[in-house]
């Protein structure tokens, strides 16, 4: 479960997407005082073994369902799924022990409207094709329904964390001029285009127009792109962006000019030079300006998330303990090495 920007659940992954490596280190150490029948003790809360071996067993109905081999137990890769389950729950333990301390709340309509949501998104609201694939899947309506609950702590605990987060207009400025050379805009001219299968016919095309036969009207009876087919063959051509043969002729022809059969892996096209070339240019900052302070905004929310995770590790170090056997393998985030005991 992603303790960063809140994710919906696809239908076909529905088993592993709950079991992601969770963001933090493994702290905690092996004990033999953790009670019979658990995996981990997280602050006050127990992590039960059968929990621990739902997951297993849903991850590997997953597998199976999809076509794929479920690992070998005691093989790296089975160490490396086992790990990640260990550490989603015990992160969910931290979150959810948390949640109660910053009074968040996930009600049952919340938790009912999620999942409306998802049905309406992946099963078209059909509720017997929701029940296979879950079933399908290893899965229950009840456990459905849980991991949603857990889903919407985190997306909470998420908001509220990164809630006071904002970006100025100063950022804005300073990360549009770093970065300019994103905000490049090609060549580009105003051109139109009819494509078909076989040379033939377009030679036939080519000596219709050289004719005086009215572009627009061929393109809509006969040429097979048909997102330029409706507005008569016009296509705004990016330079760079098309297909190599179109490029070059696009680029290199006067205004006005009209091409013979040119060959590309879609077919033969004829194409008429509408306009000059408009010259490359940088995006000016109020049209990009939304997309950067989004793209700011979100980089920021995830730094202030990052930190406070971490913050929730450091307090939770002392108080993992984990059942001989399922500590975590150790593992590294940024510079920093954590072990699992």
């Known amino acids: 479960m992603s303790i960063f920007a809140p994710t919906i659940l696809l239908p076909a992954a529905l088993a592993l997407a709950f079991i992601a490596p969770a963001c933090g280190g493994d702290e905690g150490a092996e004990s033999e005082s953790v009670p019979s029948g658990a995996i981990a003790v997280v602050g006050d809360i127990e992590i039960a073994k059968a929990e621990f071996d739902r997951l297993i067993k849903q991850a590997e109905t997953s597998a199976k369902a999809q076509g794929q081999e479920f690992p070998e137990t005691g093989s790296p890769e089975y ?32 938790v ?4 409306d949501e998802l049905k309406q998104q992946f099963f078209q609201g059909d509720e017997d094709k929701y029940r296979k694939e879950i079933a399908k899947q290893g899965l229950t309506d009840e456990r459905v329904r849980e991991e949603i609950r857990a889903r919407l702590v985190s997306e909470k605990i998420y908001e509220k964390v990164t809630s006071a987060v904002k970006v100025s207009q100063a950022d804005i400025k300073a990360y549009y001029d770093k970065n300019k050379a994103q905000f490049q ?55 760079g962006q098309s297909v190599a043969p ?24 004829v194409i008429e030079v ?6 490359k240019s940088v995006t000016p900052l109020k049209e990009v300006e939304a997309s950067v302070s989004d793209t700011l905004l979100r980089e920021k929310q995830n730094e202030t998330m990052r930190e ?11 108080e993992i303990a984990y059942a001989p056997g399922f500590a975590p393998a150790a593992t590294t985030t940024g510079e920093t090495t954590t072990t699992g005991g």
């Open 308 to 318: 406070w995770v971490n913050d929730l590790q450091a307090k939770y170090k002392d």
């Open 79 to 110: 160490n490396d799924l086992k790990d990640a389950i260990v550490r989603n729950l015990v992160e969910r333990a931290e979150f959810e022990q948390e949640a109660e301390e910053m009074g968040i709340e996930v009600t049952d309509a919340e």
């Open 185 to 239: 805009r090609p060549e580009s001219r105003e051109v139109r285009h009819i494509l078909v299968k076989k040379e033939s016919h377009a030679t036939d095309i080519y000596e219709q127009l050289r004719d005086g036969a009215n572009f627009a009207a061929l393109a809509k009876k006969f040429s097979q792109d048909t997102s330029s087919a409706s507005k008569g063959g016009k296509y705004t051509a990016v330079k």
């Open 112 to 115: 009912e409207k999620r999942l």
């Open 274 to 279: 509408l306009s000059d070339i408009k010259p």
């Open 246 to 269: 179109f490029d070059k002729f696009v680029f290199a022809a006067d205004t006005g000019d009209l091409s013979r059969p040119v060959k590309t892996e879609f077919g033969f096209h």
